[in-house]
């Protein structure tokens, strides 16, 4: 049995771990710090049951969780938080967490609930019909038919006729990612998963991934109407989901099996070809309206604040705007200017840090951004008139972690 510890507090991480191996040996523990690591995991490893934080940086638990049902079925969630709120809590069961537990984690529990989700999954397993098998080796078989179909690849022997039986018409929608060089496993999954749910809700279809950047949709809806009611929700979704900029694209009706590789060609290009150039996607994110601009950068910087090279002008190049216009937007829509947005989310980071964790105060200060410690020492007492040391003296806090009860 495989088991993935979603947290972003290595204390915790490790002192799961460090439980489930002395009681359960046999198991094989994966670790991940944010989302986006869990995702990989999750794509590399057949994982059984997830241990959840809910608050990490970039998406949250809760979150990551009900977007990777769809692709994960089988798996089983604990969710995990130092937050007692009812409605986290609620929410974690209507998404079929089996717990909610609190930090600190009494090992009793811990090991009772793994236990209990190891021997749920036994029986469901040997009570798989071998139909339900055999339709996922079909949906596996469509998917990768159809890919190398999209890349204009031999389908060898496979069967192009029964899928045409399926979907004798459709539309193409594809989702180009602008991760630059940067591996964009987090916001593949997530378009991934979206784009699925939005099909199934349009009609039928489903979604295969094209290269590491793009997916396309196969989209059997009826009118055009619906194809622009579908369109329309994916650029929501994404827009509220992914960090990255994208881009969506879709075809006219296609009723012909061999129109495929020329119509995927046709969309690609147009979605890569240089600013100006005649056939860009009319549909590229380019942060449009101010509002949308300091939308995704918000979410941007969320997710990438601890790193010491977040600059102004790195998040300015993410939202295609001048970096200059980006400030002066910034600080008109938010009330703040850039530096001390980020020094408030980095030390609301640290404090937590200070109150709930045992860290050293370089350690703390390298985890959200300071590779200086001397220099995150100054700007804590500038803002809390404490250094961080009395503030954690004052707060008189142990560290979170797993308790012998």
């Excluded at 049995?1 to 009681?23: C, F, K, P, V």
């Excluded at 018409?169 to 594809?174: E, I, N, R, T």
């Amino acid at each position: 049995m495989n088991i993935l510890i979603a947290d972003d507090e290595s204390i915790i991480r490790t002192g799961i771990r460090r439980t489930l191996e002395q009681s359960m040996p046999d198991c094989g523990i994966h670790l991940a710090a944010s989302a986006d690591e869990a995702a990989r995991v999750l794509s590399e490893h057949p994982i059984d049951i997830v241990l959840t934080d809910i608050l990490m940086p970039g998406m949250d638990g809760l979150e990551f969780m009900r977007l990777s049902r769809r692709s994960y079925p089988g798996i089983k969630w604990i969710v995990i938080s130092a937050h007692s709120e009812f409605a986290y809590a609620q929410k974690a069961v209507q998404l079929g967490a089996k717990d909610y537990l609190l930090k600190p984690i009494g090992k009793k529990r811990l090991l009772e609930l793994v236990r209990e989700l190891a021997a749920e999954l036994a029986e469901e397993r040997s009570a798989l019909k071998e139909g339900e098998m055999l339709r996922k080796s079909q949906k596996y078989l469509r998917e990768a038919m159809f890919q190398r179909l999209a890349s204009g690849q031999d389908v060898g022997q496979l069967d192009v006729a029964a899928l045409m039986d399926r979907y004798p018409a459709f539309h193409l929608v594809l989702v180009r990612l602008e991760a630059g060089l940067r591996d964009a496993g987090l916001e593949h999954f997530v378009v991934d998963n979206v784009l699925s749910e939005l099909l199934e809700r349009s009609g039928d279809g489903f979604v295969v991934s094209y290269d590491r950047h793009t997916l396309i949709g196969v989209a059997a809806v009826e009118t055009e109407e619906a194809l622009s009611s579908l369109l329309a929700n994916v650029r929501g979704y994404l827009g509220r989901y992914l960090r990255l900029p994208f881009q969506v694209a879709s075809s006219g009706r296609i009723r012909e099996i061999r129109q495929v590789p020329e119509t995927v060609q046709r969309l690609y290009r147009s979605m890569t070809a240089a600013p100006g150039e005649p056939g860009q996607a009319p549909l590229r994110i380019k942060g449009g309206s101010d509002n949308k601009a300091i939308e995704v950068a918000l979410q941007y910087i969320s997710a990438h604040y601890r790193e010491e090279s977040l600059s102004l002008e790195r998040i300015a190049a993410v939202v295609y705007l001048n970096p200059v216009y980006f400030s002066q937007l910034f600080k008109q829509k938010t009330g703040q200017g850039f530096k001390d947005y980020l020094i408030g989310l980095r030390l609301e980071d640290a404090r937590q840090l200070l109150r709930e964790s045992d860290l050293k105060l370089g350690e703390i200060a390298e985890r959200i951004g300071y590779q200086d410690m001397r220099h995150f020492t100054q700007v804590f007492r500038k803002r809390f008139n404490m250094t961080p040391t009395e503030y954690r003296q004052e707060k008189k806090n142990t560290a979170p972690g797993i308790s012998n009860t």
